[in-house]
T-cell receptor, first 115, second 111 residues
Framework: EPEVTQTPSHQVTQMGQEVILRCVPI?????FYWYRQILGQKVEFLVS????????KSEIFDDQFSVERPDGSNFTLKIRSTKLEDSAMYFC?????????????FGPGTRLTVL | GNSVTQMEGPVTLSEEAFLTINCTYT??????LFWYVQYPGEGLQLLLK?????DKGSNKGFEATYRKETTSFHLEKGSVQVSDSAVYFC??????????FGTGTRLKVLA
């Protein structure tokens, strides 16, 4: 069964460093998303991406964040200068349509720890 | 604002016990409602959904009914199994790309 994969499973970085989290969405999906969950808190939407551009983003997704689909298979989230409060589990998701009742398929997450 | 509130976990039950995980929501419009489940080491998977009031979503023995009058979408299962041990997330969508999730409720089922 096709699935969303994410690498690495755990990333440790120093404050101020840049990190890139990688995701491989399901191959025929066209819509891509990033969410994050700070420990003990809610899963929060960050951004959605379609047709090589951001279609929606939350107030969390400031200039420190960027997303890219560098090739036909990967979807990346870059954090330019990490802060302690960026420590969280980051989930990538994809869907084959943008309909709100359509399932988003999630990856297992990357745990980011900023020291 | 729009939000989802789930009961605090963890919930620990014996096998074959009845499960209820409460979920209530606040929304400015008419949301679609979802339950997602995350098994250890895996991503969130859609468990069931309901798109309008009084709809009942069901899957794998789990059920949830969209109650507009109480703004709730409680998850129930009549007889849980050890394999149901996971984290359960309630979520809503208001017609945009983003889901609004609760904090998740961890369920542990003991043999």
């Amino acid at each position: 069964e096709p699935e969303v994969t994410q690498t690495p499973s755990h990333q440790v970085t120093q404050m101020g460093q840049e990190v890139i989290l990688r995701c491989v969405p399901i191959s025929n999906h066209l819509y891509f998303y990033w969410y994050r969950q700070i420990l003990g808190q809610k899963v929060e939407f960050l951004v959605s991406f379609y047709n090589n551009e951001i279609s929606e983003k939350s107030e969390i997704f400031d200039d420190q964040f960027s997303v890219e689909r560098p090739d036909g298979s990967n979807f990346t989230l870059k954090i330019r200068s990490t802060k302690l409060e960026d420590s969280a589990m980051y989930f990538c998701a994809s869907s084959n349509t943008g309909q709100v009742t359509n399932e988003q398929f999630f990856g297992p997450g990357t745990r980011l720890t900023v020291l | 604002g729009n939000s989802v509130t789930q009961m605090e976990g963890p919930v620990t039950l014996s096998e074959e016990a009845f499960l209820t995980i409460n979920c209530t929501y606040t929304a400015t419009g008419y949301p679609s409602l979802f339950w997602y489940v995350q098994y250890p080491g895996e991503g969130l998977q859609l468990l069931l959904k309901a798109t309008k009031a009084d709809d009942k979503g069901s899957n794998k023995g789990f059920e949830a009914t969209y109650r507009k009058e109480t703004t709730s979408f409680h998850l129930e299962k009549g007889s849980v199994q050890v394999s149901d041990s996971a984290v359960y997330f309630c979520a809503l969508n208001l017609g945009t790309y983003k889901y609004i999730f609760g904090t998740g409720t961890r369920l542990k089922v003991l043999a």
